[in-house]
């Protein structure tokens, strides 16, 4: 049994604008924004603005709601970087690999030969704040 959604976690507070964010993209379902420790560049995450865990308490309309923001963005940072395609993540439960426990989607531009870089490395703000922006000036 898995515990439930707490509203303490750090994206609840994002959503709710208590702590910054850079904003990619955001609708009446679902909110982009950039990670701060990215693990490739123009490393983004979609969730919902409903509560939810992960995939594991997700409803069909959350996660449909996420996908269409998830393949918007993914085509737009595909162009921002010039990538050549794109790997997406979801991990749920600690043991899945998640550690913040409201529902994300990791948006991860690829470049063939290039790996992803290891996690827990803050990354530099200005830098993000531009990576936002090229993503945001691709988005159709
Ligand atoms: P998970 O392992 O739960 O799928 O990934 C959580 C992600 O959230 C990590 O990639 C981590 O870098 C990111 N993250 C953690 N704290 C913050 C924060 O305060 N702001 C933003 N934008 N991202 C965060």
């Known amino acids: 049994m898995s515990d439930p959604y707490d509203d303490q ?24 924004f950039m990670d701060i420790m990215p693990r490739t560049r123009g490393h983004c995450l979609v969730i919902p603005k409903t509560p939810c ?13 996420c996908m269409a923001t998830v393949n918007r963005v993914a085509k737009a940072a595909k162009t921002a970087f010039n990538a050549d395609g794109i790997t997406l993540w979801q991990f749920s439960e600690a043991a899945g690999g998640q550690e913040v426990f409201h529902l994300h989607f990791h ?3 690829r470049h063939a030969g290039v790996p992803i ?15 936002a922006e090229a993503i945001i000036a691709a988005l159709e």
């Open 53 to 65: 865990r992960n995939l594991l308490d997700a409803t069909p309309q959350q996660l449909a709601d």
């Open 9 to 32: 976690n750090i994206f609840a507070k994002i959503l709710r604008a208590e702590i910054p964010s850079f904003k990619v993209y955001e609708d009446d379902e679902t909110y982009c």
């Open 107 to 109: 948006i991860h531009p």
């Open 117 to 131: 870089r290891p996690p827990g490395v803050m990354g530099d703000m200005d830098e993000i704040k531009n990576h």
